[in-house]
């Protein structure tokens, strides 16, 4: 029987796939949902928090920055695409 040697790999290399965040829907529903609700400061406020926090959690897990702002901006586009195709509330002609 052969043993397996604990010898270390030091000439590996990996890269990291992050899930998409295009794809995250429940994230992207609840970013919409808070959003449409708010307007100004308080939106303004909202969406740096959330791309703050995923930001983080990129940096964390190993990502480089090319790919941490590629899908930063599809998760943005994908918030901002939904925002812009929701429905708003009847107002009568009231501005």
């Keep these: ?4 040697s604990a010898q270390p790999i030091t000439d ?3 890269d990291i796939l992050p899930f998409p965040t295009n794809r995250r829907v429940g994230k992207i529903r609840r970013t919409v949902e808070v959003l449409s609700d708010r307007s100004g400061k ?19 897990a190993g990502l480089a920055d ?8 599809a998760f943005a586009d994908e918030v901002f695409g939904r925002i812009s ?8 002609g009231a501005l």
Excluded: F
């Excluded at 308080?42 to 964390?60: E, L, N, P």
């Excluded at 195709?85 to 009568?92: D, I, K, Q, S, W």
């Design 66 to 73: 090319d790919v941490i702002e590629r899908e930063l901006r």
């Design 12 to 14: 590996a290399s990996c």
């Design 1 to 4: 029987m052969r043993s397996l």
């Design 42 to 60: 308080g939106a303004d406020q909202y969406w740096k928090q959330v791309i703050a926090g995923m930001r983080t959690q990129m940096v964390s």
């Design 85 to 92: 195709h929701c429905p708003r509330p009847e107002t009568n």
